[in-house]
């Protein structure tokens, strides 16, 4: 849902007390008659001290047609309510301006814009990792901002996958936020998260000047974790 003034503009406004702002998701929870998964998951994220997008259970009415039981969420995007991480316009192309901030997501191609890994999961020779650009949206990117950030985190994986990788200096810790990474380990694997990882799995990183490392989450899309799958383990 897009929330807009007579005029066409964005339209930030305060719903059912969660900060104001025009971008919200109406969630069907098809897989996932509870309606529980994704809420229980972002409110233990919370609770961990965490940016989660904040929610409410609600019952849509639409044209005076009853639809049924909904979860009106936060969709995750820059700002000071949601990912507060510094804006980043177009011409900040050099310096300490290029290096936030940017929003990233782990998902399949197709949906936007992006970049692929160049390793490939441990023991899946051939499989390949799709990383979307989330912000700047993919229109708005600039060839240097996009090179920046895929390069980034080419550095980080490389460090990682490295024969220093344990290095404080020379391995992946210098890349990264270590306990936000921790954190969304543990979401994951407690929740039996399928898609962990591999799917709806958002980065984001802010500039040098702000801390500048990456740092793993929000939380997103947790329906068919918490058991409610039958393969990959579920």
Not at 200 to 214: A, E, M, Q, R, W
């Amino acid at each position: 849902i897009e929330l807009r003034d007579s005029t066409g503009a964005d339209l930030d406004a305060e719903i059912l007390g969660m900060p104001a702002e025009s971008d919200w998701i109406l969630s069907a929870n098809y897989f996932d008659k509870s309606f529980l998964n994704n809420a229980l998951t972002f409110q233990l994220s919370q609770n961990m001290g965490n940016y989660a997008p904040r929610y409410r259970h609600v019952e849509l009415v639409l044209n005076d047609e009853y639809q049924g039981v909904y979860v009106l969420m936060e969709r995750i995007k820059r700002g000071a309510d949601r990912v507060d991480i510094a804006k980043l316009d177009p011409d900040e192309i050099t310096g300490d301006d290029l290096t936030g901030g940017y929003i990233v997501s782990v998902d399949r191609p197709g949906f936007n814009i992006g970049f692929t890994s160049e390793f490939a999961p441990p023991g899946q020779d051939g499989v390949e990792v799709y990383m979307q650009y989330r912000y700047p949206k993919p229109e708005d990117i600039v060839p240097e901002q996009a090179a920046y950030i895929s390069n980034h985190i080419n550095m980080f994986e490389t460090a990682l996958h490295g024969p220093d990788f344990m290095d404080p200096v020379l391995g992946y810790r210098g890349f990264i936020d270590v306990p936000s990474f921790i954190d969304l380990f543990l979401i994951n694997e407690f929740s039996k998260n399928i898609d962990g990882y591999r799917l709806s799995t958002y980065l984001y990183k802010d500039k040098d000047s702000n801390g500048g490392n990456l740092h793993a989450g929000p939380a997103w899309d947790y329906d068919i974790a918490w058991g409610n799958a039958d393969y990959c383990a579920g």
